[in-house]
Nanobody
Framework: QVQLVESGGGLVQAGGSLRLSCAASGRTFSSYAMGWFRQTPGKEREFVAAVSGLGLSTYYADSVKGRFTISRDNAKNTVYLQMNNLKPEDTAVYSC??????????????????WGQGTQVTVSS
């Protein structure tokens, strides 16, 4: 298992950018696909983006495709989410997670059972 700590959230105006980071502990970081999810009050947590263990494959929700970029640096045990052209509807708590259940797809919340504490992203109009 890994422990995850997110950073980089904050308040930004619509059209602006933020980069989220997720630092992981543990020696097996590169063996996990990593995902970013977000949640707003009263709504279920939703998939945002994921990256395979070696960073060769990426996956995005349609709502962020073309605006967000997920990447990872396995030498630093860190996964990133670059968010450009932010919109008010991107406002949420963003959490990173490690995909520990390989029998589930990377876009499936069920695939992840190791989560960070989350970081708040607020986009003002």
């Amino acid at each position: 298992q890994v422990q995850l700590v997110e950073s980089g959230g904050g308040l930004v105006q619509a059209g602006g950018s933020l980069r989220l980071s997720c630092a992981a502990s543990g020696r097996t970081f590169s063996s996990y696909a990593m995902g970013w999810f977000r949640q707003t009050p009263g709504k279920e947590r939703e998939f945002v983006a994921a990256v395979s263990g070696l960073g060769l494959s990426t996956y995005y929700a349609d709502s962020v495709k073309g605006r967000f970029t997920i990447s990872r640096d396995n030498a630093k045990n860190t996964v990133y989410l670059q968010m450009n052209n932010l919109k008010p509807e991107d406002t949420a708590v963003y959490s990173c997670a490690a995909r520990t259940k390989r029998e589930y797809e990377v876009v499936d919340l069920t695939a992840y059972d190791c989560w960070g504490q989350g970081t708040q992203v607020t986009v003002s109009s």
